[in-house]
């Protein structure tokens, strides 16, 4: 079953840190994540799943293997499986999409 939601209608929100939408398929799953400044992912290490992810609304960056990616609206960042990451949003917040293949729970551990 195919699956639509409209980006104008997710924004930015203060009311919710994290996942704000999610959507699990038979092979993958999606998540559409917001943070307000400051606030985000801490360092972590995914061993068992590759993660893309798009910024759709405001700035932050991200921490991968201790090299920093600025974070901006349209920019696309694949994240391979055994990597240390981190993301934070910036002064206006962060909205972004991830994307990674299904399994259950994510279990990542501290770098």
Known sequence: MSKAISL????????VQGAIWSHGG?????????????????????????????VIQGTGEAMVDGKRIPLDVGTCLYITAGASRAIHAGSGGLLYASAHQKRGGLMPTLP
């Open 8 to 15: 104008t209608e997710l924004t930015l929100t203060s009311d």
């Open 26 to 54: 038979e092979q993958l799953n999606v998540n559409l994540l917001s943070f307000t400044e400051g606030e985000g992912v801490d360092a972590h290490i995914n061993h068992a799943l590759d993660v893309w992810l798009v």
